[in-house]
């Protein structure tokens, strides 16, 4: 079953197919709560909901989660049509990833598996290991690249988007890391790629199981489904909002799982 709140309309008829209470019931609530202020006990409207009109919770595994990952090419997205969507490191692997060739036209070169940044001959190590102090400038900065190749490499994306709540990361100018590399080096890799590629979403399936649930660790299966119930019927009520969600490590997203790919520019300055 899909889970899709990208939009206030596919979020109640995610809550329809996932609860069997008819879609127009909880595009009512939009309605309902027009100028409601404090949606504290929101969760307890939704269990009123289903037990009023003779609903259901779902089983957790069950769902199929809905992203939409935001990415920048100059090639329309080709290598993603292609191969899909993979983490960082091996994103970077790709010999012909736009990522690789850009950073090797500057004189960039990462070996992934050495834990080492080569720019114009000159080495750095970008190990991940204990973060170093603040007055270690460029020791700090090749930690802050390590960081993002050895830990935050995963593939991610929103389960909802936001025109005005703009993601920090700045997806949709360039990827994360060039930023990174920036600091280090004293670049402006991060301007160059933004002045040559455009913003891209790409929607995609993925098993629930597959991913990380941003809630509490002791939460249980039924509290973790109640929590996507109310995070749609949020959707219904106030409208979609930035909310990222993180693959587990090892997931790739392949071409058969891709559900859309077009230009994004809701987010465009």
Known sequence: MLYDIRTSEKAATTLETLTGVNRTI??????????????TYADDDVRNIITKHGGHYPDLNDLEMVVTHITTSSEKCRQIRQHGIVDLVKAYE????????????????????????TYKKRVYDISYGK??????????AAWSVGRKFYY??????FL???????????????????????????????????????????????????????????????????????????????????????????VEILPNQILECHRFQEWDR
């Open 131 to 140: 973060c170093p102090p603040h007055c270690d400038i460029e020791a700090r």
């Open 160 to 250: 909802s988007i936001s025109e005005k709540d703009v993601y920090g990361g700045w997806v949709h100018c360039r990827p994360e890391i060039l930023s990174d590399i920036d600091t280090l080096l004293s670049t402006r890799l991060s301007d160059e790629w933004e002045a040559s590629k455009e913003s891209y979403a790409i929607v995609f399936k993925v098993p629930v199981s597959n991913t990380i649930y941003n809630g509490w660790n002791s939460d249980t299966e039924s509290e973790m489904v109640k929590s996507y119930l109310y995070d749609a019927y949020m959707c219904i009520c106030i409208g979609p909002d930035t909310k990222e969600i993180l693959c587990k490590n090892g």
């Open 26 to 39: 909880w595009l009512a609530e939009q309605y309902k709560n027009y100028g409601r202020i404090d949606y």
């Open 94 to 117: 790709f010999a012909n990833s736009e990522l690789r060739q850009f950073l090797e036209n500057y004189e960039i070169n990462i070996d992934i598996e050495a834990c080492r940044l």
């Open 152 to 157: 935050d490499f995963t593939v991610c994306g």
